[in-house]
T-cell receptor, first 111, second 117 residues
Framework: LAKTTQPISMDSYEGQEVNITCSHN???????ITWYQQFPSQGPRFIIQ???TKVTNEVASLFIPADRKSSTLSLPRVSLSDTAVYYC????????????FGSGTQLTVLP | DTGVSQDPRHKITKRGQNVTFRCDPI?????LYWYRQTLGQGPEFLTY????????KSRLLSDRFSAERPKGSFSTLEIQRTEQGDSAMYLC???????????????FGEGSRLTVL
């Protein structure tokens, strides 16, 4: 199992850039790294996915070093509405259909 | 709206009763997942379907839990003889045929919250 480790919580202020790092030391060769966002009483929502180096979309960037044992989700200029739990997932090549969520990182954006 | 739909959104039941949740995935998605989420925890994988075939089940899925996807479209999750420990949010997710299982791009519904008294 490619277990992930994330900080339990983070605080930030509006307008700042937030970086959330996830450790996944046992990532397998074929595994992708995926980040989700979840608001209270809603299902998780896909944010971004990557395999190596850097991926950027309209909401976030994902930085993955060469050894792929960690990844960093970067949220530029956060707003109050970015307050949510952020989960890092790593696909399991051995049992590819089981996608394991950890406890996530509670991001609180303050005014 | 063409997203994943779950019904009911909320269910309150007494211990020992049976409950059933329904999930309608995005229409062209052939893969369907059920997860359970308790307060303060991430979603836990329960089971997975590819079309109508149930391909994987978690050890969390006790014999009181059964899931079906009879025609490869909607799915149901039934919990028999509910216990207070079954109180949780039950989430359904789907993926398209073009997405490999490894990439993890799941589309989740809003969930069905179960409270067992």
């Amino acid at each position: 199992l490619a277990k992930t480790t994330q900080p339990i919580s983070m605080d930030s202020y509006e307008g700042q850039e937030v970086n959330i790092t996830c450790s996944h030391n046992n990532i397998a060769t074929n595994d992708y790294i995926t980040w989700y966002q979840q608001f209270p009483s809603q299902g998780p929502r896909f944010i971004i996915q990557g395999y190596k180096t850097k991926v950027t979309n309209e909401v976030a960037s994902l930085f993955i070093p060469a050894d792929r044992k960690s990844s960093t989700l970067s949220l530029p200029r956060v707003s109050l509405s970015d307050t949510a739990v952020y989960y890092c997932l790593v696909g399991l090549s051995g049992s590819a259909r089981q996608l394991t969520f950890g406890s996530g990182t509670q991001l609180t954006v303050l005014p | 709206d063409t997203g994943v739909s779950q019904d009911p959104r909320h269910k309150i039941t007494k211990r020992g009763q049976n409950v059933t949740f329904r999930c309608d995935p995005i229409s062209e998605h052939n893969r369907l997942y059920w997860y359970r989420q308790t307060l303060g925890q991430g979603p836990e994988f329960l089971t997975y379907f590819q079309n109508e075939a149930q391909l994987e089940k978690s050890r969390l899925l006790s014999d009181r839990f059964s899931a079906e996807r009879p025609k490869g479209s909607f799915s149901t999750l039934e919990i028999q003889r509910t216990e207070q420990g079954d109180s949780a949010m039950y989430l359904c997710a789907s993926t398209s045929p073009g997405v490999t299982a490894n990439t993890g791009e799941l589309f989740f519904g809003e969930g069905s919250r179960l409270t067992v008294l």
